[in-house]
């Protein structure tokens, strides 16, 4: 029940197609190991182990360590909340591309793309330049990793967000509705 009202608190702007073309929940108690492996350009196999407190399969479940979830939930203004960094994920996908930028009108997605890009690409110039950052850097990994990090930013520490990157506050104001403490 807590787990659904988590991950339903990105939905409540967006409504229920957010939960379009999956249906699974899976809750492991700790963070889990998955195996990867990627063949690259010279036809060399790499396999390797990843630790993950959550996942999104495109099309499949959503997946979470309670131990993870339950650390959020004691700190809930730490700007952490796996179950938010999951669904944002979801969200993203449903236009078929993981890129940072879920469905939207078209206007808005533009200023969207436009606003997100920006505060992305200054962002990702501090962390490469070694900067201490009030965001968690791992926004910095990828355009889609940095929604899902700002995402559970605006759910638990929306003044810091607000403060750093006021245009991306505002788009994830507008799409998930007004953050809880304001
Ligand atoms: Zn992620």
Redesign the pocket.
């Known amino acids: 029940m807590l787990l659904a009202a988590l991950c339903c608190l990105p939905l409540l702007e967006f409504g229920r197609a957010g939960l379009r073309g999956w249906s699974q929940l899976i809750v492991y108690p700790e963070a889990f190991r998955v195996r990867r492996s990627h063949v690259d350009a010279a036809g060399v196999l790499h396999e390797w182990d990843d630790d993950l407190i959550g996942e999104a399969w495109d099309h499949g479940p959503l997946i979470l360590s309670w131990a993870d979830v339950q650390a959020d939930l004691d700190e809930p203004d730490a700007g952490y909340c796996v179950a938010v960094?999951e669904m944002a994920?979801k969200l993203d996908a449903l236009d078929g591309e993981l890129d940072g930028t879920p469905p939207l009108p078209a206007r808005w997605q533009h200023a969207w793309a436009r606003d997100f890009q920006r505060a992305y690409d200054a962002f990702r110039a501090q962390v490469d330049a070694g900067r201490k950052t009030a965001i968690d850097p791992y926004a910095a990994e990828a355009p889609e990793?940095f929604f899902?990090v700002v995402s559970e930013y605006h759910f638990s520490a929306p003044a810091l967000l607000e403060e750093e990157m006021p245009a991306v506050a505002a788009h994830l104001a507008r799409f998930y509705g007004p953050p809880p403490s304001l």
Request: overall charge negative; glycine content about 0%; aromatic content about 0%.
């Open positions: 960094h994920h990793e899902a």
